[in-house]
């Protein structure tokens, strides 16, 4: 069995076209009819119903989807590991990655001083639920993870904290919770929320808080862009409860309409850490994105 019928199988696995995937690994479409015969015979069974469209794996095809992907990192990161040895890294970084966007947090320049370094690593980067993006860098679906984690460090992942930040109430200018020095949740419990999808943790937490205070609130609107909370708070649909660390330069419009206020009586803050896999479970590209994290933190 080789590794490119392997890697040709997952390609018309996932592209489910013989003409998308043959384009997807530059070859002709009969070399990868060619390619599948092979694996099927290597393997003693039909991995493909022929003559459907679009083109439907068997229940053996089915299988063999999963055990081929893992077969196929694991020689990617074997390739990697011989190229970190001689000093240069290769490969991919799939990087898990709250919304960033807006926020003092410099995840932007931290990916493009190494992006710089390593020219030969191909980097790609998904903005998901904190809980998807945990799960997927446990599974292998992703190499490491900016997340905001809610219970505890997860088992298997090394967690490199970057932050906790406060949250803090955000309302527009005119509202009259803007002329107070702090408030408490209970002032809060009869106005309408400008709020972040539930999948978030920042979300989580906010919920955990009225739930747990016996507060009831109400919910005008749902978005998941900073940005955007900001835009319509400052427009009048609602409040919001908001990192304190988002960059408010960067929303000129909402800043001048805004304004921030701490809560008291409450300990509600987002937690901003760095997940990765223990030991040897971590790709090299990702083992070094941590070592760059981990030396911008402890810089003066």
Same mark, same amino acid.
């Given at each position: 069995?080789?590794?490119?019928?392997?890697?040709?199988?997952?390609?018309?696995?996932?592209?489910?076209?013989?003409?998308?995937?043959?384009?997807?690994?530059?070859?002709?479409?009969?070399?990868?009819?060619?390619?599948?015969? &092979?694996?099927?015979? %290597?393997?003693?069974?039909?991995?493909? @119903?022929?003559?459907?469209?679009?083109?439907?794996?068997?229940?053996?095809?089915?299988?063999?989807?999963?055990?081929?992907?893992?077969?196929?990192?694991? &020689? /990617?990161?074997?390739?990697?590991?011989?190229?970190?040895?001689?000093?240069?890294?290769?490969?991919? !970084?799939?990087?898990?990655?709250?919304?960033?966007?807006?926020?003092?947090?410099?995840?932007?320049?931290?990916?493009?001083?190494?992006?710089?370094?390593?020219?030969?690593? *191909?980097?790609?980067?998904?903005?998901? +639920? &904190?809980?998807?993006?945990?799960? !997927?860098? +446990?599974?292998?679906?992703?190499? $490491?993870?900016? @997340?905001?984690?809610?219970?505890? %460090?997860?088992?298997?992942? /090394?967690?490199?904290?970057?932050?906790?930040?406060?949250?803090?109430? +955000? $309302?527009?200018? %005119?509202?009259?919770?803007?002329?107070?020095?702090?408030?408490?949740?209970?002032?809060?419990?009869?106005?309408?929320?400008?709020? +972040?999808?539930?999948?978030?943790?920042?979300?989580?937490?906010?919920?955990?808080?009225?739930?747990?205070?016996?507060?009831?609130?109400?919910?005008? $609107?749902?978005?998941?862009?900073?940005?955007?909370?900001? /835009?319509?708070?400052?427009?009048?649909?609602?409040?919001?409860?908001?990192?304190?660390?988002?960059?408010?330069?960067?929303?000129?419009?909402?800043? *001048?309409?805004?304004?921030?206020?701490?809560?008291?009586?409450?300990?509600?803050?987002?937690?901003? %850490?760095?997940?990765?896999?223990?030991?040897?479970? &971590?790709?090299?590209?990702?083992?070094?994105?941590? *070592?760059?994290?981990?030396?911008?933190?402890?810089?003066?």
């Amino acid at each position: 069995m080789e590794l490119r019928h392997l890697r040709h199988f997952v390609a018309l696995a996932e592209e489910r076209s013989f003409t998308a995937a043959a384009a997807r690994e530059h070859i002709v479409q009969s070399g990868l009819s060619t390619s599948i015969r &092979a694996l099927e015979k %290597d393997v003693g069974a039909l991995l493909f @119903v022929r003559g459907t469209r679009p083109i439907r794996l068997t229940a053996e095809g089915e299988a063999l989807v999963p055990t081929a992907r893992r077969t196929l990192e694991a &020689a /990617d990161i074997a390739r990697q590991t011989v190229q970190e040895v001689h000093g240069v890294l290769a490969g991919q !970084l799939r990087i898990g990655a709250l919304q960033t966007t807006g926020h003092t947090l410099p995840f932007a320049n931290w990916l493009a001083e190494f992006a710089l370094a390593h020219p030969r690593v *191909e980097i790609s980067v998904q903005q998901l +639920a &904190a809980s998807e993006m945990v799960r !997927l860098v +446990a599974d292998g679906g992703l190499d $490491c993870a900016l @997340v905001a984690l809610l219970n505890g %460090d997860p088992a298997g992942l /090394d967690v490199v904290p970057l932050l906790a930040e406060p949250i803090v109430l +955000a $309302c527009p200018a %005119d509202h009259l919770l803007a002329r107070e020095t702090a408030v408490g949740l209970v002032q809060l419990a009869d106005e309408r929320f400008v709020e +972040a999808p539930p999948a978030w943790a920042i979300r989580s937490e906010i919920d955990r808080a009225f739930a747990e205070a016996g507060l009831h609130r109400r919910i005008a $609107c749902v978005v998941n862009e900073w940005s955007m909370v900001l /835009d319509l708070v400052a427009a009048g649909v609602g409040i919001a409860l908001v990192p304190q660390g988002l960059d408010f330069t960067l929303h000129p419009r909402s800043t *001048e309409a805004l304004r921030l206020v701490p809560l008291q009586g409450t300990s509600l803050e987002r937690r901003v %850490d760095l997940v990765v896999p223990s030991g040897h479970a &971590a790709t090299p590209a990702a083992r070094r994105f941590t *070592e760059l994290v981990r030396s911008k933190l402890s810089a003066p």
